[in-house]
């Protein structure tokens, strides 16, 4: 159930042409539209217009140049909703209520064109829960049975609870008078969830108040909006002419929104400088806000510390900074904007993680906007599940409710589809793509037979690296849990360029901005980076590794000035055998990528710093040779009994136990044990955790929306081990889903293996478009090949 603002029934579609204008402007004036009424000043008109219904507004701006538009309240003159970016395609949605005077504003912040078209639409949402008071109470369980009666009375059950208790979220005295003629008991754990989350949100507007301007680069104290992301985008690229160039991704969000970039280099605009490139996004999923604003941080870190801070300007100078902010910007806007709750119910819109594609549900839930329909925050894909590296495989979900919900079909999303035309036309050398939370620096794979590349212990030194400054743990992604279609898992292996996921902070996905974002950014307490530099530092590793040639590859030659020089690639990769809603697997999905950049000579001697020609997915694993034969597998049984639920801690919560043993040389050589169980429904949810002689847990599998976790451990030391079974989630109502087929099975380690050796098609063309050489050119990771002069064909004369 949802605390404020419910769904209507039936959900009403936006009528984008409920009001439509024309405004106009004889002038344009670079300044925020959002940031207060502007009036008659020049470059700005406005329409005054009354809210029809308590709900949803939604204001499109379209036409040439660069319009930016806000919507105020009339009376109290605070924003409602905003849209700034880099030209006239706006969409701007917010929250307001009947009969609401509101304001909306149009500014001609450059271009030449003197008018653009609003349209203002409406959608009616009812606040069915706006008189209740909502509790979290920890009702008293003491047995499994009373638990299955608390199931059967159909209250609001959170993920919370004991072995003796189970929290409950009540609205109003309906929900405590089915308690109380059950015979339950209980205790109130928060007495107004409403306001304990107002209460987090004051915690900021303190800190903001307190605090005039943050240790942060730009001095922020308070998480951005969409329109302020796009606004300063533009804003450092207007203060920064040379050094910053502002760009829009190839392709639009769901919803029509642009995804915004900010390119930063020595002559920023001339993007074919054959310099190495570094990747640095954030927002991929919509709650995690700390995501954006370190990258958006890290946008202000080189422009204002450039000519300041010498080893910025070193670096600077040698590469090429991409910063995207905000990959999922439609999510982003319903998280960021809703109404706060904090509960993660459907309709608890700010715990939002998907983009906003209904196409995948079904018909019944495909009606209404991604801010206001009936499957509420959970329709929509994971854009970090989409991409083709190994989709379809473990750790994402075929069940369109999931939250790791894969979408229909490898890279299926605009989003996605987006982010890979942009990496697959530039020499991205270097990714990060920043995520909340779980204090971890992630690498490929994402699942562990995958097997790591030949470039392992290269990658793991830089990740370690990284985690030396913030504190973070560094190790393949798998280790956390099966993943796959996520980011790095698809452009390491199909380009090169060595990719690396940022899991920011302990906890929670949009903590106080104080710690999430200015203490982990900065390095200072409490973040596990105080005093080593913090995610500042990590980034600044991460760019010394573009900067240098070992991490990449690089052609240079000779060419003549404004030829231009070209490395082309086309091939086609598998995804891992798709697994269906059940489990089973079937066939992969072969998919295609087409890497194409180019680089204009500046006459004379060039460098074209380019990714290796061998891609790793063909390039080989990295292994080591077996000692030993490994261990045989066995079964083994379900304990008597059935846990309580425990979204807790799995060690000191209700669990079940299993132990074994890991034996070593000269008896074996185990390199990998996998436990296994399985269940029937994939909304039933077990977790898995081993965990060593020492009480550590040293490998996990919790992932959800499957019917089986398989928990690894890689080249474990000899000894024993246990395997803790954790009960995380019953479906109401139904019949205990009790785990089953459980086993343990040895591996031995892998050798070394190589693969084939891939070649860039190098061309060069002249001014004219003709070309004037073609060749291949093998080249590996660290190498530099000398093509000589590269603009003659191999076996010619020299060109003239």
């Given at each position: 159930m949802a605390l404020g603002v419910a769904v209507a029934a039936p959900p009403l579609a936006v009528a984008e042409a409920d009001q439509s204008e024309t405004l106009w402007a004889g002038q344009a004036?670079?300044?925020?539209?959002?940031?207060?009424?502007?009036?008659?000043?020049?470059?700005?008109?406005?329409?005054?217009?009354?809210?029809?219904?308590?709900?949803?507004?939604?204001?499109?701006?379209?036409?040439?140049?660069?319009?930016?538009?806000?919507?105020?309240?009339?009376?109290?003159?605070?924003?409602?909703?905003?849209?700034?970016?880099?030209?006239?395609?706006?969409?701007?949605?917010?929250?307001?209520?009947?009969?609401?005077?509101?304001?909306?504003?149009?500014?001609?912040?450059?271009?030449?064109?003197?008018?653009?078209?609003?349209?203002?639409?409406?959608?009616?949402?009812?606040?069915?829960?706006?008189?209740?008071?909502?509790?979290?109470?920890?009702?008293?369980?003491?047995?499994?049975?009373?638990?299955?009666?608390?199931?059967?009375?159909?209250?609001?059950?959170?993920?919370?609870?004991?072995?003796?208790?189970?929290?409950?979220?009540?609205?109003?005295?309906?929900?405590?008078?089915?308690?109380?003629?059950?015979?339950?008991?209980?205790?109130?754990?928060?007495?107004?969830?409403?306001?304990?989350?107002e209460a987090n949100a004051r915690a900021d507007q303190r800190y903001a108040?307190?605090?005039?301007?943050?240790?942060?680069?730009?001095?922020?104290?308070?998480?951005?909006?969409?329109?302020?992301?796009?606004?300063?985008?533009?804003?450092?690229?207007?203060?920064?002419?040379?050094?910053?160039?502002?760009?829009?991704?190839?392709?639009?969000?769901?919803?029509?929104?642009?995804?915004?970039?900010?390119?930063?280099?020595?002559?920023?605009?001339?993007?074919?400088?054959?310099?190495?490139?570094?990747?640095?996004?954030?927002?991929?999923?919509?709650?995690?806000?700390?995501?954006g604003e370190h990258a958006m941080e890290w946008a202000y870190e080189l422009l204002t510390g450039y000519g300041k801070d010498a080893r910025i300007t070193s670096l600077v100078r040698a590469t090429r900074n991409v910063v995207i902010p905000v990959v999922n910007p439609d999510g982003f806007t319903i998280?960021?904007?809703?109404?706060?709750?904090?509960?993660?119910?459907?309709?608890?819109?700010?715990?939002?993680?998907?983009?906003?594609?209904?196409?995948?549900?079904?018909?019944?839930?495909?009606?209404?906007?991604?801010?206001?329909?009936?499957?509420?925050?959970?329709?929509?894909?994971?854009?970090?599940?989409?991409?083709?590296?190994?989709?379809?495989g473990p750790g994402a979900s075929a069940n369109w409710r999931s939250d790791t919900f894969?979408?229909?079909?490898?890279?299926?999303?605009?989003?996605?589809?987006?982010?890979?035309?942009?990496?697959?036309?530039r020499q991205v050398t270097t990714l990060i793509t920043n995520h909340t939370y779980s204090n971890l620096i992630l690498r490929p794979p994402g699942v562990y037979d995958a097997r790591p590349p030949l470039d392992e212990p290269t990658y793991a030194a830089l990740g370690q690296r990284m985690a030396d400054h913030n504190g973070y743990t560094s190790e393949p992604s798998w280790k956390l849990y099966d993943t796959t279609g996520s980011t790095e898992d698809w452009s390491f292996w199909n380009t090169g360029g060595f990719g690396f996921t940022f899991e920011i902070?302990?906890?929670?996905?949009?903590?106080?901005?104080?710690?999430?974002?200015?203490?982990?950014?900065?390095?200072?307490?409490?973040?596990?980076?105080?005093?080593?530099?913090?995610?500042?530092?990590?980034y600044l590793e991460m760019l010394q590794a573009t900067a240098d040639p070992a991490y990449h590859a690089v052609i240079t030659g000779t060419a003549p000035e404004g030829w231009k020089l070209r490395v082309h690639k086309e091939f086609a990769t598998p995804t891992s055998p798709v697994l269906d809603s059940s489990g089973k697997a079937g066939e992969p999905i072969m998919y295609e990528d087409v890497l194409d950049s180019s680089y204009i000579a500046p006459g004379g001697e060039f460098a074209f710093h380019v990714n290796p020609s061998t891609r790793p997915y063909v390039a080989g694993r990295y292994g080591r040779d077996p000692v030993a034969p490994p261990s045989p597998p066995y079964a083994f049984?379900?304990?008597?009994?059935?846990?309580?639920?425990?979204?807790?801690?799995?060690?000191?919560?209700?669990?079940?136990?299993?132990?074994?043993?890991?034996?070593?040389?000269?008896?074996?050589d185990n390199a990998k044990v996998t436990v296994h169980i399985e269940w029937n429904s994939p909304d039933t949810d077990w977790d898995l955790y081993i965990v060593d002689a020492d009480g550590t847990i040293v490998a996990q599998s919790a992932t959800g929306g499957t019917r089986e976790e398989n928990a690894v451990l890689a080249d474990p030391a000899p000894g024993q081990y246990k395997a803790v079974i954790v009960n995380y989630d019953q479906v109401d109502g139904q019949p205990f889903d009790d785990w089953t087929g459980g086993k343990v099975t040895f591996e031995n380690p892998k050798p070394t293996t190589t693969g084939v050796k891939e070649a860039w098609t190098f061309t060069c063309e002249r001014p004219n478009g003709k070309i004037a050489s073609v060749r291949s050119v093998i080249v590996d990771r660290g190498r530099t090949v000398d093509l000589g002069d590269a603009c003659r064909q191999p076996g010619k004369r020299p060109r003239r």
């Open positions: 004036v670079p300044r925020s539209c959002f940031a207060k009424p502007l009036g008659n000043a020049p470059g700005v008109d406005s329409v005054k217009t009354t809210a029809p219904v308590t709900g949803l507004v939604r204001v499109r701006l379209t036409g040439p140049g660069d319009w930016d538009v806000a919507v105020f309240d009339k009376k109290t003159g605070a924003v409602v909703a905003a849209s700034a970016g880099l030209r006239t395609n706006e969409v701007a949605d917010g929250y307001v209520t009947k009969d609401q005077e509101l304001v909306v504003q149009g500014c001609r912040y450059g271009g030449n064109a003197r008018t653009a078209q609003l349209r203002i639409g409406w959608t009616e949402v009812q606040d069915t829960q706006a008189a209740q008071r909502m509790q979290v109470v920890d009702v008293d369980t003491p047995t499994r049975a009373d638990k299955r009666r608390l199931q059967a009375l159909g209250v609001d059950l959170t993920e919370g609870g004991g072995e003796k208790s189970l929290q409950v979220l009540l609205h109003g005295p309906e929900d405590e008078r089915k308690l109380r003629e059950a015979g339950f008991t209980w205790k109130v754990r928060i007495p107004d969830l409403k306001k304990h989350v108040q307190r605090v005039a301007r943050s240790l942060l680069p730009s001095g922020r104290t308070s998480y951005r909006h969409l329109y302020e992301y796009e606004y300063e985008i533009k804003e450092l690229a207007r203060r920064y002419p040379t050094l910053a160039r502002p760009f829009i991704l190839p392709r639009q969000s769901v919803e029509g929104r642009d995804i915004h970039g900010i390119e930063i280099a020595v002559d920023a605009r001339h993007i074919h400088d054959g310099k190495p490139v570094f990747l640095n996004m954030g927002v991929h999923h919509a709650r995690e806000w700390p995501s998280s960021r904007e809703a109404p706060a709750k904090g509960d993660f119910s459907v309709f608890d819109y700010e715990m939002k993680r998907k983009n906003c594609q209904a196409a995948d549900s079904p018909p019944d839930m495909r009606v209404g906007v991604c801010a206001d329909n009936p499957a509420g925050r959970l329709r929509g894909v994971d854009l970090n599940r989409n991409y083709p590296g190994f989709w379809g894969r979408g229909s079909a490898p890279g299926s999303e605009p989003e996605v589809r987006a982010v890979r035309e942009f990496i697959s036309q902070g302990p906890s929670s996905f949009h903590p106080p901005f104080e710690t999430g974002v200015v203490a982990e950014y900065a390095g200072l307490p409490p973040a596990a980076g105080a005093g080593k530099g913090g995610n500042r530092a990590a049984e379900n304990p008597p009994g059935q846990p309580a639920e425990n979204t807790g801690d799995p060690l000191s919560g209700p669990h079940e136990e299993v132990p074994f043993t890991v034996e070593g040389p000269p008896r074996a």
